[in-house]
Each structure stands twice: as structure tokens, then as C-alpha cells.
């Protein structure tokens, strides 16, 4: 009787003696009768995030992130991070926003608003989707902490200098000045998002800051977007801080 050495299906491999003429799946057929399959090793269950951290907590990672996309471009431009270093910094957050979750219902939210075509469109879907919303402010809450801090400098330091006028003047100029370094910042991401640069990308990000005739239209399209919002936080800070 001819003797094989044959491969189980659980992949271990064995000598057997077999009648002549016997056919490899006739080995096969046998051996998966005698010997019982392994079982596979179970699967990691897929991560799941609580109702809790998709709400409360990717949100306000979500507006971290942006904040740190804020201080690596302000820190450029005031001489702490070269242009390596933003560029780094900007795809890291930006990978790491694509990365945190967000619920099905403030996805679906979200596309309803974007894609709104009017002003009356846009603002029925806003009513209609609370949870977009919610997510939405909670981000911007937390990426719009330097105009906080900036409204709380400008007001204390203000009013010790002026008392109430200069208080109101302080927290004008700091919320401005806060809210104008998120806005620009965060519309220079978009500007190359714009132009078709992958932002979660190191070297496409450092190539198109290299690129003086693209920075020079971000900057325009950043200064243009950011200058209207900065002085309405600043109007409406003054007025607060009276």
C-alpha cells in the first residue's frame, strides 16, 4: 500500500497509507472525517464608540485638533515653527480628524446643510438637524478658545487700564484678534483643500507653502473670509464686555 504525506485542511501535514488508485480528494474527504476542523480564531469585534464619545467627546477632539492647526500656522508666522514643522503639524491633525467618528445621523446631518443651495434651505436643515448642529458648536467652541482667552485678557487687562471703556476696548481687540488667527488658519486648510493639495499629506502640505503664487491667494481667500467674522466676534465682545 503506497504511503503519502498529505496536508489537512487544519494545515498540519501527515504520512498515510492508502489503497492504490486513491485520488487526492478521496484523502482529503477522509481526513476532514477524522480529523476535526480548528477553529478559527475569533475575529477582533470591530471598535465600537459609545453614544457618549461620538456626542461629547469627537467633537471636542475634533475642535483640538483644528486648535493645533491654528498654532502651527500662527507659529509660523510669528517665527516658532519653521515651515517643515507646519506642514507636519497640519497633516497629523488632519489625519488624525479623518480618523475620530462621527454618528450616522450628524453624518447625514452635516450633507444636508452643505448641500443646502439657499440661504432658506440651509437654514430648514439646520433647524432639522439638531445633532449636526450640536456637533458643529461643540468643535467650534473648543478650536475658538483663543477668542475666549482673548475677550478674557482684553477685559481684565482693559479695564484695569481704562476701567470700563478700555475694558469693553480690551475684550473688542482680543476676541478679534483671537477669533481672526481660527478663521484665517482654518480657511488656509481650505484653500488648499481647494486646490487639490491632499492636507493629510507632509509633502504635498510643505510643497504648497513653498509655492508663493498658491500661499499668495490662500492668504487673500484667508484674509477675505477671516477680517469679516474677526470683527463681528470683536462687536459683539465689546458690547458684552461693557
Do not use: C, H
Not at 500500500?1 to 489503497?19: C, H, K
Not at 467652541?141 to 476701567?163: D, E, N, Q, W
Not at 473688542?172 to 481672526?180: F, I, K, P, R, Y
Not at 473670509?225 to 459683539?236: K, M, S
Amino acid at each position: 500500500m503506497p504511503e503519502y504525506r498529505v496536508t489537512a485542511p487544519d494545515g498540519q501535514q501527515y504520512n498515510l497509507s492508502v489503497p492504490d488508485g486513491t485520488t487526492e480528494e478521496q484523502i482529503q474527504s477522509y481526513l476532514r472525517q477524522q480529523i476535526p476542523p480548528t477553529q478559527a480564531a475569533p475575529q477582533e469585534e470591530e471598535e465600537e464608540y459609545s453614544w457618549a464619545y461620538k456626542t461629547i467627546g469627537a467633537p471636542v477632539q475634533r475642535g483640538w485638533n483644528q486648535l493645533q492647526i491654528t498654532e502651527a500656522i500662527m507659529g509660523n508666522m510669528l517665527g516658532w515653527r519653521s515651515k517643515e514643522e507646519m506642514a507636519e503639524s497640519i497633516a497629523q491633525q488632519r489625519r488624525d480628524i479623518a480618523e475620530i467618528p462621527m454618528s450616522d445621523i450628524a453624518q447625514q446631518g452635516l450633507q444636508e446643510i452643505q448641500e443646502a443651495e439657499t440661504w432658506a434651505e440651509a437654514a430648514k436643515e439646520i433647524i432639522t438637524n439638531p445633532a449636526a448642529v450640536w456637533d458643529i458648536t461643540v468643535s467650534s467652541l473648543v478650536s475658538s478658545i483663543p477668542g475666549l482667552v482673548g475677550f478674557v485678557a482684553g477685559l481684565a487687562g482693559g479695564t484695569l487700564i481704562g476701567g470700563p471703556v478700555g475694558g469693553a476696548l480690551g475684550a473688542a481687540t482680543g476676541a478679534g484678534t483671537g477669533s481672526l488667527s481660527v478663521e484665517y488658519s482654518l480657511s488656509i486648510v481650505d484653500a488648499m483643500n481647494e486646490a487639490g493639495t491632499d492636507t493629510q499629506s507632509e509633502e504635498q502640505v510643505l510643497e504648497f507653502l513653498n509655492n508663493p503664487q498658491k500661499m499668495e491667494v490662500a492668504k487673500k481667500f484667508a484674509i477675505n473670509r477671516g477680517v469679516p467674522i474677526a470683527l463681528f466676534d470683536a462687536l459683539t465682545a465689546g458690547v458684552a464686555g461693557r
